[in-house]
Protein backbone atom coordinates (compact mmCIF):
# COMPACT_ATOMS: atom_id res chain seq x y z
CA UNK A 1 0.00 0.00 0.00
CA UNK A 2 1.25 3.44 -1.38
CA UNK A 3 0.31 6.63 0.83
CA UNK A 4 0.64 10.16 0.66
CA UNK A 5 4.14 11.48 2.09
CA UNK A 6 4.50 13.98 4.90
CA UNK A 7 4.55 17.48 3.72
CA UNK A 8 7.58 19.66 5.35
CA UNK A 9 5.86 23.16 5.79
CA UNK A 10 8.28 26.04 3.50
CA UNK A 11 10.06 22.84 2.14
CA UNK A 12 9.58 22.23 -2.07
CA UNK A 13 10.58 19.59 -3.91
CA UNK A 14 13.53 19.68 -6.31
CA UNK A 15 13.28 17.60 -9.28
CA UNK A 16 16.98 16.90 -9.61
CA UNK A 17 19.58 16.59 -11.97
CA UNK A 18 17.91 13.20 -13.49
CA UNK A 19 14.39 14.84 -14.12
CA UNK A 20 15.76 17.59 -15.83
CA UNK A 21 17.46 15.74 -18.18
CA UNK A 22 14.67 13.78 -18.80
CA UNK A 23 12.67 16.39 -19.50
CA UNK A 24 14.98 17.73 -22.09
CA UNK A 25 15.68 14.46 -23.67
CA UNK A 26 11.76 13.58 -23.94
CA UNK A 27 10.70 17.31 -24.76
CA UNK A 28 8.06 19.10 -22.37
CA UNK A 29 4.33 19.54 -23.48
CA UNK A 30 1.85 22.10 -21.49
CA UNK A 31 -1.51 21.06 -21.88
CA UNK A 32 -4.21 23.64 -20.98
CA UNK A 33 -7.21 21.87 -19.43
CA UNK A 34 -10.35 23.72 -18.67
CA UNK A 35 -12.52 21.83 -15.85
CA UNK A 36 -15.68 22.02 -14.16
CA UNK A 37 -16.26 25.48 -13.53
CA UNK A 38 -15.69 25.38 -9.52
CA UNK A 39 -12.32 23.56 -10.42
CA UNK A 40 -9.34 26.06 -11.28
CA UNK A 41 -7.97 26.34 -14.61
CA UNK A 42 -5.18 23.86 -15.05
CA UNK A 43 -2.33 23.96 -17.21
CA UNK A 44 -0.62 20.43 -17.22
CA UNK A 45 3.37 20.24 -17.97
CA UNK A 46 4.74 16.51 -18.69
CA UNK A 47 7.34 14.90 -21.06
CA UNK A 48 6.08 13.97 -24.18
CA UNK A 49 6.04 10.32 -23.51
CA UNK A 50 3.59 10.66 -20.41
CA UNK A 51 0.64 12.25 -22.25
CA UNK A 52 -1.23 9.29 -21.31
CA UNK A 53 -1.28 10.77 -18.16
CA UNK A 54 -2.26 13.82 -18.96
CA UNK A 55 -5.17 12.12 -20.65
CA UNK A 56 -6.24 10.36 -17.23
CA UNK A 57 -5.80 13.51 -14.99
CA UNK A 58 -8.12 15.52 -18.15
CA UNK A 59 -10.46 13.05 -17.54
CA UNK A 60 -10.50 12.84 -13.57
CA UNK A 61 -11.53 16.95 -13.32
CA UNK A 62 -13.34 17.30 -16.19
CA UNK A 63 -15.68 14.46 -16.40
CA UNK A 64 -14.94 12.48 -13.06
CA UNK A 65 -15.65 15.03 -10.84
CA UNK A 66 -19.13 16.25 -12.41
CA UNK A 67 -20.58 12.15 -12.20
CA UNK A 68 -19.73 12.43 -7.80
CA UNK A 69 -23.11 13.55 -6.01
CA UNK A 70 -23.07 17.23 -5.13
CA UNK A 71 -22.90 16.09 -1.48
CA UNK A 72 -19.38 14.89 -1.92
CA UNK A 73 -18.23 17.66 -3.83
CA UNK A 74 -19.45 20.09 -1.54
CA UNK A 75 -17.19 18.71 0.68
CA UNK A 76 -14.16 20.56 -0.83
CA UNK A 77 -16.44 23.74 -1.80
CA UNK A 78 -14.51 25.80 1.08
CA UNK A 79 -10.84 25.00 -0.46
CA UNK A 80 -12.26 25.36 -3.76
CA UNK A 81 -13.51 28.95 -3.07
CA UNK A 82 -9.42 29.58 -1.80
CA UNK A 83 -7.58 28.24 -5.05
CA UNK A 84 -5.55 30.01 -7.42
CA UNK A 85 -7.48 30.91 -10.59
CA UNK A 86 -5.08 28.66 -12.40
CA UNK A 87 -2.85 25.79 -11.11
CA UNK A 88 0.12 24.38 -12.68
CA UNK A 89 0.22 20.94 -12.67
CA UNK A 90 3.91 18.77 -12.94
CA UNK A 91 2.78 15.60 -13.67
CA UNK A 92 5.42 12.28 -13.60
CA UNK A 93 5.12 9.09 -13.75
CA UNK A 94 6.70 8.88 -9.99
CA UNK A 95 8.54 11.12 -7.73
CA UNK A 96 12.07 10.36 -7.02
CA UNK A 97 11.23 10.42 -2.94
CA UNK A 98 8.43 7.79 -3.66
CA UNK A 99 5.55 11.04 -2.89
CA UNK A 100 2.08 10.70 -4.99
CA UNK A 101 2.67 14.37 -5.05
CA UNK A 102 3.42 17.53 -3.32
CA UNK A 103 2.14 21.19 -3.15
CA UNK A 104 4.92 23.77 -4.15
CA UNK A 105 4.72 26.84 -1.25
CA UNK A 106 5.25 30.12 -2.88
CA UNK A 107 8.76 30.58 -3.86
CA UNK A 108 9.38 27.33 -4.39
CA UNK A 109 7.28 26.80 -7.75
CA UNK A 110 8.72 26.69 -11.27
CA UNK A 111 10.13 29.42 -13.41
CA UNK A 112 7.49 27.82 -15.94
CA UNK A 113 4.82 29.90 -12.79
CA UNK A 114 6.84 32.84 -12.51
CA UNK A 115 6.42 33.43 -15.85
CA UNK A 116 2.93 32.84 -16.06
CA UNK A 117 2.63 35.24 -13.07
CA UNK A 118 4.77 37.82 -14.66
CA UNK A 119 3.21 37.65 -18.02
CA UNK A 120 -0.55 38.10 -17.22
CA UNK A 121 -0.54 39.11 -13.13
CA UNK A 122 -3.26 35.99 -12.66
CA UNK A 123 -2.38 34.21 -9.56
CA UNK A 124 -1.57 31.03 -9.97
CA UNK A 125 -0.19 28.16 -7.90
CA UNK A 126 1.74 24.63 -8.33
CA UNK A 127 1.19 20.94 -7.09
CA UNK A 128 3.23 18.13 -8.96
CA UNK A 129 1.86 14.46 -9.27
CA UNK A 130 2.81 11.04 -9.59
CA UNK A 131 0.47 9.49 -12.18
CA UNK A 132 1.59 5.93 -12.01
CA UNK A 133 2.70 5.85 -8.51
CA UNK A 134 -1.06 7.04 -7.99
CA UNK A 135 -2.45 4.32 -10.26
CA UNK A 136 -1.12 1.59 -8.40
CA UNK A 137 -2.04 3.28 -4.92
CA UNK A 138 -4.60 1.79 -2.31
CA UNK A 139 -5.08 4.53 0.34
CA UNK A 140 -7.68 2.74 2.24
CA UNK A 141 -8.35 -0.83 3.06
CA UNK A 142 -11.40 -1.44 1.13
CA UNK A 143 -12.31 -5.07 0.15
CA UNK A 144 -12.56 -5.72 -3.56
CA UNK A 145 -15.78 -6.76 -4.32
CA UNK A 146 -16.22 -9.93 -6.52
CA UNK A 147 -18.09 -8.82 -9.76
CA UNK A 148 -19.68 -10.40 -12.02
CA UNK A 149 -18.35 -9.85 -15.45
CA UNK A 150 -14.83 -8.37 -16.77
CA UNK A 151 -16.11 -6.09 -18.11
CA UNK A 152 -17.84 -5.14 -14.64
CA UNK A 153 -14.04 -5.47 -13.34
CA UNK A 154 -12.54 -3.03 -16.22
CA UNK A 155 -15.03 -0.15 -15.38
CA UNK A 156 -14.07 -0.54 -11.45
CA UNK A 157 -10.45 -0.02 -12.08
CA UNK A 158 -11.02 2.54 -14.39
CA UNK A 159 -12.86 4.34 -12.25
CA UNK A 160 -10.55 3.58 -9.20
CA UNK A 161 -8.19 5.11 -11.14
CA UNK A 162 -9.93 8.14 -12.17
CA UNK A 163 -11.12 8.56 -8.52
CA UNK A 164 -7.57 8.53 -7.01
CA UNK A 165 -5.99 10.88 -9.36
CA UNK A 166 -8.57 12.82 -8.55
CA UNK A 167 -8.03 12.37 -4.53
CA UNK A 168 -4.22 13.03 -5.08
CA UNK A 169 -4.75 16.30 -6.74
CA UNK A 170 -7.62 17.58 -4.28
CA UNK A 171 -5.21 16.84 -1.48
CA UNK A 172 -2.51 18.84 -3.02
CA UNK A 173 -4.88 21.61 -3.56
CA UNK A 174 -5.93 21.28 -0.09
CA UNK A 175 -2.32 21.79 1.17
CA UNK A 176 -1.87 24.61 -1.18
CA UNK A 177 -4.67 26.89 0.21
CA UNK A 178 -4.09 25.91 3.76
CA UNK A 179 -0.66 25.29 4.29
CA UNK A 180 -1.55 26.36 8.24
CA UNK A 181 -3.72 22.75 8.24
CA UNK A 182 -1.55 19.84 9.56
CA UNK A 183 -1.23 16.75 7.32
CA UNK A 184 -3.30 14.85 9.51
CA UNK A 185 -6.22 16.95 8.76
CA UNK A 186 -5.83 17.04 5.14
CA UNK A 187 -5.50 13.47 5.57
CA UNK A 188 -8.55 12.45 7.13
CA UNK A 189 -10.38 14.57 4.43
CA UNK A 190 -8.89 13.20 1.47
CA UNK A 191 -8.91 8.91 2.91
CA UNK A 192 -13.40 9.99 3.88
CA UNK A 193 -14.05 11.43 0.44
CA UNK A 194 -12.21 8.59 -1.66
CA UNK A 195 -13.50 5.56 0.60
CA UNK A 196 -17.17 7.24 0.70
CA UNK A 197 -17.42 8.07 -2.94
CA UNK A 198 -15.95 4.67 -3.76
CA UNK A 199 -18.28 2.74 -1.90
CA UNK A 200 -21.08 5.11 -2.95
CA UNK A 201 -20.22 3.87 -6.59
CA UNK A 202 -19.83 0.60 -6.24
CA UNK A 203 -23.39 0.35 -4.24
CA UNK A 204 -25.42 2.40 -7.39
CA UNK A 205 -23.66 0.21 -10.40
CA UNK A 206 -23.24 -3.16 -8.76
CA UNK A 207 -25.50 -3.27 -6.26
CA UNK A 208 -22.91 -4.40 -3.61
CA UNK A 209 -21.31 -3.15 -0.84
CA UNK A 210 -17.36 -2.23 -0.49
CA UNK A 211 -16.62 -2.81 2.63
CA UNK A 212 -13.77 -3.09 4.92
CA UNK A 213 -11.10 -5.44 5.30
CA UNK A 214 -9.19 -6.32 8.38
CA UNK A 215 -6.02 -5.26 8.86
CA UNK A 216 -2.99 -7.05 10.58
CA UNK A 217 -1.80 -5.12 13.42
CA UNK A 218 1.74 -4.52 11.01
CA UNK A 219 0.03 -2.77 8.19
CA UNK A 220 0.58 -0.06 7.19
CA UNK A 221 -2.27 2.96 7.85
CA UNK A 222 -4.26 4.59 5.27
CA UNK A 223 -2.39 7.17 3.70
CA UNK A 224 0.87 6.10 5.21
CA UNK A 225 3.21 8.86 5.83
CA UNK A 226 7.10 8.04 5.05
CA UNK A 227 10.75 9.92 4.85
CA UNK A 228 10.67 12.23 1.94
Known amino acids: MIGIN????????????????YYRLRGAEQVLVRPAAELPLLLISCAKADLAGVDRLRQSVEET??????????????????????VVVLLRRRNICGCLGHHHPPGSESRLVRRLRGLSGVRTGEIDLAFEAIREWEPSPLSQPALVSAADTAEMTSFRYQLALLTVFLHELHHLVASQEPEAVVRSRSQKFYGDVLADFVSRHFGVEYGLRRESDDAPAPFEDAPR
Open 6 to 21: HHVPGRGHSPGLLRRF
Open 65 to 86: WLTLPENYRERYAAILEQAPPL
